[in-house]
């Protein structure tokens, strides 16, 4: 089974501050069809996860343009470009090339 | 606008059975995969099952093959989960979400509460 490993497990950021994530995973990503699925989410307190960037870099539709994805087969960034009250919450990587695995979530909070 | 509403949830005890249901809106329900995540209290998520546009071809991880049953009824644009021989590690909420390839969970339900307590 596919592991998803996120670190930090815990993210303390200032506002306007820019941050980092990390999923990494123990196979490549990479599809027989060209594809990689791996996605971003993210779960505000006492909400639903919410799609914010898919298949590694694509921003998806109404998700603000300081978020970005990078990264290729088994290391995957998530990008913050200047965090903002309504960012805070837990991120979670998924891939869905080998069934489906989400990573353990980072909590971003307020320094 | 797309809507996913889960329903179904509650108390229930050990090895005993519950079915969750799920009603899609505001797309063609019919032409998405589909899938079941599930999320114990103050732990992360859980991919628990997903189902074929047809509902010819369904998945599952280790934890709930052969206890839980994924299904949809395109004609009513629902999706069920079937949870049989219920152990406290069920204990969950239970989300509907809708996958599209290449943005899978680009949608999700609210959430139901399962609790498998005695």
């Known amino acids: 089974d596919v592991v998803l490993t996120q670190t930090p497990p815990t993210l303390s950021a200032t506002i306007g501050q820019s941050v980092s994530i990390s999923c990494r995973s123990s196979?490549?990503?990479?599809?027989?069809?060209?594809?990689?699925?791996l996605h971003w989410l993210l779960q505000r307190p006492g909400q639903s996860p919410q799609l914010l960037i898919y298949?590694?870099?694509r921003l998806e539709s109404g998700v603000p343009n300081r978020f970005s994805g990078s990264g290729s087969g088994t290391d995957f960034t998530l990008k913050i470009s200047g965090v903002e009250a309504e960012d805070l919450g837990v991120y979670y990587c998924?891939?869905?090339?080998?069934?489906?695995?989400f990573g353990a979530g980072t909590k971003l909070e307020l320094k | 606008e797309v809507q996913l509403v889960e329903s179904g949830g509650g108390l229930v005890q050990p090895g005993r059975s519950l079915k969750l249901s799920c009603a899609a809106s505001?797309?063609?329900?019919?032409?998405?995969?589909m899938a079941w995540v599930r999320q114990a209290p103050k732990k992360g998520l859980e991919w628990v099952a997903t189902?074929?546009?047809?509902?010819?071809?369904?998945y599952y991880p280790d934890s709930v093959k052969g206890r839980f049953t994924i299904s949809r009824d395109n004609a009513k644009s629902s999706l069920y989960l079937q949870m049989n021989s219920l152990k406290s590690e069920d204990t969950a909420t239970y989300y509907c979400?809708?996958?599209?390839?290449?943005?899978?969970?680009?949608?999700w339900g609210q959430g139901v509460m399962v609790t498998v307590s005695s």
């Open positions: 979400a809708r996958l599209e390839g290449i943005k899978d969970f680009d949608y």
């Open positions: 505001g797309f063609t329900f019919s032409n998405y995969y």
């Open positions: 189902i074929s546009t047809s509902g010819s071809r369904t």
């Open positions: 196979q490549s990503l990479l599809h027989s069809n060209g594809n990689t699925y």
């Open positions: 298949s590694v870099s």
């Open positions: 998924v891939q869905g090339t080998h069934a489906y695995t």
